[in-house]
């Protein structure tokens, strides 16, 4: 018999104008999924190779800015499924999918985001912000994704940031069951 184990989230969340407890059982994402090779396709493996490929210098970028590896790793997955040249008709590039606006604010120009390093570098930095701000990954995370804030008026984007960061959190979760973050073999 194999038992999985599947994360529990309770969170403070101030959604509204009020301070709610949010418990969540959280549910794999489809990049998880694919990393515990329980959707074996095509896409699958490219992530995988992906992954693979930028998990370096994933883990130099969180270390320059002292965040965790894994955190910013899970942020990656759920953005951009590690695709460096991952893009959206809103905006957001690269595999940490930041807005130019927002990196131009950190002090990383547009051309700059175009270099997967450098495109870590700055959704990194972004990140720390965050975490410093909010003091706790979750909030942080939801923060990450709806630019610098843990409301917002419109609620289909704030309850898609609750989505959002239950995904990187669970997937956070996966990485640090893995010690290295390295899908199981």
Same mark, same amino acid.
């Given at each position: 018999? /194999?038992?999985?184990?599947?994360?529990?989230? @309770?969170?403070? @969340? #101030? %959604?509204? *104008? #009020?301070? /709610?407890?949010?418990?969540?059982?959280?549910?794999?994402?489809?990049?998880?999924? +694919?990393?515990?090779?329980?959707?074996?396709?095509?896409? +699958?493996?490219?992530?995988?190779?992906?992954?693979?490929?930028?998990?370096? !210098?994933?883990?130099?970028?969180?270390?320059?800015?002292?965040?965790?590896?894994?955190?910013?790793?899970? @942020?990656? =997955?759920?953005? !951009?499924? #590690?695709?460096? &040249?991952?893009?959206?008709?809103? =905006?957001? @590039? =690269?595999?940490?999918?930041?807005?130019?606006?927002?990196?131009?604010?950190?002090?990383?120009?547009?051309?700059?985001?175009?270099?997967?390093?450098?495109?870590?570098?700055? *959704?990194?930095?972004?990140?720390?912000?965050?975490?410093?701000? %909010?003091?706790?990954?979750?909030?942080?995370?939801?923060?990450?994704?709806? *630019?610098?804030?843990?409301?917002?008026?419109?609620?289909?984007?704030?309850?898609?940031?609750?989505?959002?960061?239950?995904?990187?959190? &669970?997937? %956070?979760?996966? %990485?640090?069951?893995?010690?290295? =973050?390295?899908?199981?073999?």
């Amino acid at each position: 018999m /194999i038992i999985s184990k599947v994360p529990y989230r @309770v969170a403070l @969340v #101030f %959604f509204g *104008g #009020f301070l /709610i407890l949010s418990s969540t059982l959280a549910k794999a994402s489809y990049i998880e999924k +694919c990393l515990r090779n329980e959707q074996p396709d095509r896409h +699958c493996a490219q992530i995988q190779a992906n992954m693979e490929r930028w998990t370096d !210098s994933i883990n130099e970028a969180a270390d320059k800015v002292s965040i965790d590896p894994l955190l910013l790793k899970a @942020v990656v =997955g759920i953005e !951009s499924h #590690f695709n460096d &040249s991952a893009h959206s008709r809103s =905006g957001p @590039v =690269g595999l940490v999918q930041i807005l130019p606006a927002t990196a131009s604010k950190l002090g990383f120009s547009k051309e700059q985001l175009k270099n997967p390093e450098m495109n870590l570098e700055a *959704g990194a930095t972004y990140l720390k912000v965050q975490e410093a701000q %909010f003091h706790d990954n979750y909030l942080a995370v939801v923060a990450y994704n709806l *630019g610098g804030r843990t409301t917002s008026p419109n609620k289909r984007a704030q309850h898609h940031a609750h989505a959002y960061a239950k995904e990187v959190m &669970s997937l %956070f979760d996966y %990485f640090q069951s893995q010690g290295n =973050g390295n899908p199981a073999n």
